[in-house]
């Protein structure tokens, strides 16, 4: 089955610019989108078909796909922005969630 | 606005089953897929299935392959997520979520606990 390998956690300091990997097979090959998940509430679609914002998404939010790795990009990362991120692809007819991280504003 | 509205939390035994449903509104239940997700307490998101709300046809993990079952009532837009042969392990937040090849917006979920 197909895998999506995330890094546990990243820390940015405010103002900073936040990159967040997701990474497997031929990934660029897929489209990728990414959701943002703040404590106690449900997971918001931040990033889809690896670049395109969803209307209501701050433009400092950003995202590529290529090669074995897709990124999501925070630019300018705000304290609202901590939270748990999770890439997201299609394996056939299944969906295939990365394992999430967790990005802390220090 | 589009919305998915999620019945409230279960408390279910070992053995039993859990039905969850997810009302839509904001647009045409038909034109889009539903997905269920599920979140154990401090873990990641895992996909479950999803289903055409227009034909009826499903597609699930393999994990949960004959044991989950998805529908869909057209007439009050309603999806259905039913999880059998609940376990400790099943103890989850579970969310309906619209869509085809990414998912937005989600339910507000709805916490299934599993215990004796």
């Known amino acids: 089955s197909y895998e999506l390998t995330q890094p546990p956690s990243v820390s940015v300091s405010p103002g900073q610019t936040a990159s967040i990997t997701c990474s497997g097979d031929?990934?660029?090959?897929?489209?990728t989108c990414w959701y943002q998940q703040k404590p106690g509430q449900s997971p918001v679609l931040v990033i889809y078909q690896d670049t395109k914002r969803p209307s209501g998404i701050p433009e400092r939010f950003s995202g590529s796909n290529s090669g074995n790795t897709a990124t999501l990009t925070i630019s300018g990362t705000q304290a609202m922005d901590e939270a748990d991120y999770y890439c997201?692809?299609?394996?056939?007819?299944?969906?295939?969630f990365g394992g999430g991280t967790k990005v802390t504003v220090l | 606005q589009v919305q998915l509205v999620q019945s409230g939390a279960e408390v279910k035994k070992p053995g039993a089953s859990v039905k969850v449903s997810c009302k839509a509104s904001g647009y045409t239940f038909t034109d889009y897929y539903i997905h269920w997700v599920r979140q154990v307490p401090g873990q990641g998101l895992e996909w479950m299935g999803r289903i055409n709300p227009n034909s009826g046809g499903t597609s699930s993990a393999q994990k949960f392959q004959g044991r989950v079952t998805m529908t869909g009532d057209t007439s009050i837009s309603t999806a259905y997520m039913d999880l059998s042969r609940l376990t400790s392990d099943d103890t989850a937040v579970y969310y309906c979520a619209r869509g085809d090849s990414w998912l937005d917006p989600w339910g507000q979920g709805t916490l299934v606990t599993v215990s004796s």
């Open positions: 997201q692809t299609w394996d056939g007819s299944t969906v295939v």
């Open positions: 031929k990934l660029g090959d897929r489209y």
